[in-house]
Nanobody, 127 residues
Framework: QVQLVESGGGLVQVGDSLRLSCAAS????????MGWFRQAPGKAREFISA????????FYSDSAKGRFAMSRDNDRNTVVLQINVLYPEDTAVYYC????????????????????WGQGTQVTVSS
């Protein structure tokens, strides 16, 4: 079993930055595919970024390229999502997922590639 806890969300102003963290416990996820998704009110959960387990390659959605940066800290069993220049449309609950299956890295952009999810952290961007 893997437990994931996201943190770092909050109420911010347009143009601010946030650093979201996802701490894993239960086992090391250093070789797992880790992903960040978000869900805005009334919308489906959407893929933001992922780190593929087998080689550490990082992927971003088109909407995330340029303002989002994902990283992994294996010593702390944590992944981080840095979000710069926040806009109101970034308002959402941000979730991290952990995928330990061989195909998790191939389907990193899909929710069902992940075996475990955190409870989410709310990001609200006020104009």
């Amino acid at each position: 079993q893997v437990q994931l806890v996201e943190s770092g969300g909050g109420l911010v102003q347009v143009g601010d930055s946030l650093r979201l963290s996802c701490a894993a416990s239960g086992r090391s996820v250093s070789r797992w595919t880790m992903g960040w998704f978000r869900q805005a009110p009334g919308k489906a959960r959407e893929f933001i970024s992922a780190i593929r387990g087998r080689d550490g390659k990082i992927f971003y959605s088109d909407s995330a390229k340029g303002r989002f940066a994902m990283s992994r800290d294996n010593d702390r069993n944590t992944v981080v999502l840095q979000i710069n220049v926040l806009y109101p449309e970034d308002t959402a609950v941000y979730y991290c997922g952990a995928g330990g299956r061989p195909d998790s890295g191939a389907y990193y952009y899909m929710e069902n590639a992940y075996d475990y999810w955190g409870q989410g952290t709310q990001v609200t961007v006020s104009s």
